[in-house]
């Protein structure tokens, strides 16, 4: 008897964090589009089929889904190709069922949509706050040893000799409650969804990078002269 495979073939491509615009959602909806029949939920609450149809959604978009069945004319049993992509404050992938190069081909595009310049939200990498968090613990709990073993060798009674080992428990709490703070604001993918033009809505560095850069500029110029000036009447 020949091989054959009952299951459903599903795979799940995550997105990470993303910080998305409505050109960048149209985009993903045009690219899906080309699939078949589109479907567009937002907030669980309205529904669209065209990348043109974000300008009828509101500015605050919670989460978003797509989802596309390929249709293929050219086959009278219903195709099981589909794809669904999820974007939420916590969550972001594309979900391909029965992938084929053209599903492949589409998650490309959906890629390189999110990996244009700005589309990054910083990532904070658990591991590395954890480590980061047992090595300074490690290191502020020899440290408070040593002021310990100091405090009761010269016999230091005195609230000086206390501090010796209230500071360095202070700093401790301190550091591990903005670690802590930290951790929970990284729980997963941070997505933010902005129904508006890029360009419509230019950052402070973009509406401010030429002033800046006059300051700049300007500012060092006159510091030169001001040395050259300095030097010359001295």
């Keep these: 008897m020949a091989v054959q495979r009952t299951g459903t073939r599903i795979e799940i491509h995550k997105l990470g964090n993303l910080r ?5 959602m149209e985009d993903i909806a045009n690219a899906l589009a080309e699939l078949g029949d589109l479907e567009i939920i937002c907030d669980n609450t309205y529904r669209a089929d065209r990348g043109e149809d974000f300008s009828g959604l509101p500015e605050r978009i919670e989460s978003l889904q797509y989802v596309v069945a390929v249709d293929d004319v050219r086959s009278a049993v219903r195709d099981p190709r589909r794809i669904e992509v999820e974007l939420s404050r916590w969550t972001s992938y594309v979900r391909l069922v029965e992938p084929d190069v053209l599903c492949e081909g589409i998650l490309s595009r959906i890629r390189t949509v999110v990996s244009r310049p700005s589309r990054r939200r910083i990532n904070i990498n658990h591991r590395g706050l954890m480590a980061a ?17 100091t405090w009761i060798i010269t016999n230091k009674i005195s609230s000086g000799g206390i501090n010796y080992l209230i500071a360095p428990f202070g700093l401790w709490v301190a550091v591990s409650l903005g ?8 729980r997963g993918p941070r997505v933010s969804l902005r129904n508006y033009y890029r360009s419509d809505r230019p950052s402070f560095w973009r509406r401010t990078r030429d002033d800046w850069l006059v300051q700049i ?15 010359v009447a001295s």
Aim: aromatic share 12%.
């Design 217 to 231: 500029i300007g500012g060092a110029l006159f510091l030169v002269l001001g040395f050259i000036l300095g030097k």
């Design 20 to 24: 998305l615009f409505r050109e960048d």
């Design 133 to 149: 968090h047992t090595i300074f613990t490690l290191g502020l709990a020899a440290v408070t040893a040593a002021q310990g073993a």
């Design 179 to 186: 670690l802590m703070f930290l951790l929970a604001r990284g």
